[in-house]
T-cell receptor, first 111, second 115 residues
């Protein structure tokens, strides 16, 4: 019963922006939105997180709607190396100390 | 900058054998975690340790035990391995920021096959 909904898969052309959506309509006021990605079978890699404001770092931008019920991860210039499974996470365990992963979105970047 | 180190990377066991997966982090994080990932699935939390000296069950703890040996090390033990425990195991560590954000750093994974 993950608290997020993501499309199972998306395609993107190399060099274009990849916009990955996530719905989290039951998010609580103090819950962060985290994005991770997993390339092939490697360990998940942290990308970005946010609470209310939009965030940007060297990897991506995170746009959170004003009502916080959805967000979009933006990879501004996708490359073949960005092909991965992208996880949007808001759910933590009852103790509030561990992230609970869903199935994510498989992003395929092609030339 | 090692981050989170897991050993072994690969292991094959026979049903009923026991083994311990080792995890160590060098970031002075308080919290550590063990997840498993089955083919085509997301990660599922097995056990976690919010701080040195404490451990708690996650989503799928049955068949596993853990030990938080010290602040750096968190081991996962399979006492009697079963084919259903064939999976890739990931260890992670984190430190909750002053704002409440909890960003995890993951190891490279340990691929376990139980025959």
């Amino acid at each position: 019963d993950a608290k997020t909904t993501q499309p199972p898969s998306m395609d993107c052309a190399e060099g274009r922006a990849a916009n990955l959506p996530c719905n989290h309509s039951t998010i609580s006021g103090n819950e962060y939105v985290y994005w991770y990605r997993q390339i092939h079978s490697q360990g998940p890699q942290y990308i970005i997180h946010g609470l209310k404001n939009n965030e940007t770092n060297e990897m991506a931008s995170l746009i959170i709607t004003e009502d916080r019920k959805s967000s979009t991860l933006i990879l501004p210039h996708a490359t073949l190396r960005d092909t991965a499974v992208y996880y949007c996470i808001v759910r933590v365990n009852q103790a509030g100390t561990a992230l609970i992963f869903g199935k994510g979105t498989t992003l395929s970047v092609s030339s | 900058n090692a981050g989170v180190t897991q050993t072994p990377k690969f292991q094959v066991l026979k049903t009923g054998q026991s083994m311990t997966l080792q995890c160590a982090q060098d970031m002075n994080h308080n919290s550590m975690y063990w997840y498993r990932q089955d083919p085509g699935m997301g990660l599922r939390l097995i056990y976690y340790s919010a701080s040195e000296g404490t451990t708690d069950k996650g989503e799928v703890p049955n068949g596993y035990n853990v030990s938080r040996l010290n602040k750096r090390e968190f081991s996962l033990r399979l006492e009697s391995a079963a084919p259903s425990q064939t999976s890739v195991y990931f260890c992670a560590s984190s430190e909750v920021s002053s704002s409440g954000a909890n960003v995890l750093t993951f190891g490279a994974g340990s691929r376990l096959t139980v025959l």
